[in-house]
T-cell receptor, first 114, second 106 residues
C-alpha cells in the first residue's frame, strides 16, 4: 500500500528518444510535485500541480511536459532526451498547496541517457 | 551560491553518540523549514517542519531548532543508531540543501 508510487524505477534510453514517467498517490492529497536530483544530490523542484492545475513551473525546458489526468496522478513526459537529463526524478505529494504538511516522496526514477 | 547551505558535507560517528547537523539559509520569503531523511535509493522522508514562529521541534530522537533571526537551523540526533545512516536534507520554502551524509558505525 505504497503512498506515492513511481514507474519505472529505472529507465535507460538513448539520446533523442521520448519517454514518460508515471506517478500515483493514494493519500487523497491535492498537490503533487516533480523534482530532479542531479549528481550533486541537489533536489530541485520542477513542477507543482494543485487540483490538476499547474502552480509551479521552475524554468524547465519545454521538452518536459507534466500531465495530471486527475488529482491522484501526475505523469512526466520528456521529449528529445538529452545527456543532461540523466538524473533521479522524484514525485511527491502533499495535502494542500502552501500548507505546512509534509511532502510524501516516491522512491524515484533513475533516468540514464546513453 | 545555493540559498540553503548545509554542513558538514559528511559525518561519521559511532553508534550511540549524538550529533548535530547545520543548515544556514538566505531564502526569502520564508514559509517553513523542513528536515528530511533520505536513505540510499529511496525518496526523502519528512522528519520535522517548522514555521517562522517555532524555534524547536522534536520527532523521537530527532530535534530541530530554528533561529529565524540568524537564518540558521540545526538537527540534533540523540543516541544514534545504525539505521540513522542516511542523507539529511534541509529545505527552506521550496529550496533544498545538498544534504549531510551521516554514517553511523558500530
Amino acid at each position: 500500500d505504497t503512498a506515492v508510487s513511481q514507474t519505472p524505477k529505472y529507465l535507460v534510453t538513448q539520446m533523442g528518444n521520448d519517454k514518460s514517467i508515471k506517478c500515483e498517490q493514494n493519500l487523497g492529497h491535492d498537490t503533487m510535485y516533480w523534482y530532479k536530483q542531479d549528481s550533486k544530490k541537489f533536489l530541485k523542484i520542477m513542477f507543482s500541480y494543485n487540483n490538476k492545475e499547474l502552480i509551479i513551473n521552475e524554468t524547465v525546458p519545454n521538452r518536459f511536459s507534466p500531465k495530471s489526468p486527475d488529482k491522484a496522478h501526475l505523469n512526466l513526459h520528456i521529449n528529445s532526451l538529452e545527456l543532461g537529463d540523466s538524473a533521479v526524478y522524484f514525485c511527491a505529494s502533499s495535502q494542500e498547496w502552501g500548507s505546512n504538511q509534509p511532502q510524501h516522496f516516491g522512491d524515484g526514477t533513475r533516468l540514464s541517457i546513453l | 551560491k545555493n540559498q540553503v547551505e548545509q554542513s558538514p558535507q559528511s559525518l561519521i560517528i559511532l553508534e550511540g553518540k549524538n550529533c548535530t547537523l547545520q543548515c544556514n539559509y538566505t531564502v526569502s520569503p520564508f514559509s517553513n523549514l523542513r528536515w528530511y531523511k533520505q536513505d540510499t535509493g529511496r525518496g526523502p522522508v519528512s522528519l520535522t517542519i517548522m514555521t517562522f514562529s517555532e524555534n524547536t521541534k522534536s520527532n523521537g530522537r530527532y530535534t530541530a531548532t530554528l533561529d529565524a533571526d540568524t537564518k540558521q537551523s540545526s538537527l540534533h540526533i540523540t543516541a544514534s543508531q545504525l539505521s540513522d545512516s542516511a542523507s539529511y536534507i534541509c529545505v527552506v520554502s521550496v529550496r533544498f540543501g545538498a544534504g549531510t551524509r551521516l554514517t553511523v558505525k558500530p
